[in-house]
């Protein structure tokens, strides 16, 4: 009996060695073949506006949660961008989708910015020439055949814009999306339109709005756009009023979120 209950004991002790080994066992790295797309982004980082960069591969994995591994380092005005690798993940996420990772690139005051990128030994050196309004690339030297930028042109915004979404709940003909704009617009809140484009934050497409949700993208209904330079307290005061029947998300790009479902 004492043999028997050793032997099972020294096997769930194998057992859990072994589970806890896989367990603790990093991600396999791999080459990164093909084309690496490139998207300008802003993020905002403790109230702080940075310069950032989505990036996916052209190739379509298997997994959902294939992801690019890169090192962003910096040498006096320099940036480099290496891509080194294929992140491949030791459970797969079962959905089909391209690798990616959001690399951010810091706080770029305006004026000119070196950027160089490494991909399979292949170099890009590029110029990110940045404004108040506009960030702007110039490819200034080596072979881009591997790096696919799909705009070389992102629109900033001013601090007083902001971003979201309506999405109704259950109607109420006196807390439907109508009632809650004439409010908003009452605040002293006034509406925006957007010429197709790269804002950094969202996207105008044709008749889509498409917001930029870390690596991911969210095609909304009914977009909320809007310049507002009163206090943001007041916007989450008439967001609340109308919880119960509506889903209202906001930002700006200061940093500051507000969801009246949270």
Not at 48 to 62: C, F, H
Not at 138 to 152: I, R
């Amino acid at each position: 009996m004492i043999r028997v209950i050793s032997s099972v004991f020294c096997g769930v002790c194998l057992f859990l060695v072994l589970g806890l080994s896989a367990c603790q066992k990093e991600d396999e790295v791999r080459d990164l073949s093909g084309v690496v797309m490139i998207e300008l982004r802003e993020v905002s980082v403790d109230a702080e506006r940075k310069i950032a960069l989505y990036a996916e591969t052209r190739e379509i994995y298997p997994c959902l949660n294939f992801f690019i591994d890169y090192e962003v380092s910096k040498l006096h005005s320099h940036t480099y961008v290496h891509f080194k690798g294929l992140q491949v993940p030791k459970i797969c996420l079962t959905a089909l989708g391209p690798a990616k990772a959001l690399i951010h690139l810091g706080a770029m005051e305006p004026g000119k910015h070196p950027v160089d990128f490494l991909l399979n030994e292949d170099g890009l050196g590029t110029l990110f020439h940045v404004s108040e309004e506009h960030l702007q690339v110039e490819t200034e030297s080596g072979n881009a055949e591997y790096l696919e930028f799909l705009e070389l042109e992102m629109h900033r915004l001013s601090d007083n814009r902001f971003w979201g979404y309506i999405q109704v709940l259950q109607t109420a003909p006196d807390k439907g999306t109508e009632a809650f704009l004439n409010d908003l617009w009452a605040a002293g809140a006034q509406p925006v339109s957007y010429d197709p484009g790269n804002y950094g934050f969202f996207r105008i497409k044709g008749d889509d709005t498409i917001l930029f949700d870390g690596i991911h993208h969210r095609n909304v209904k009914n977009p909320l756009l809007f310049a507002f330079d009163g206090d943001v307290e007041t916007l989450k005061e008439i967001a609340d009023d109308y919880k119960e029947n509506l889903a209202v998300s906001f930002s700006n790009p200061r940093g500051e979120h507000y969801h009246n479902q949270r």
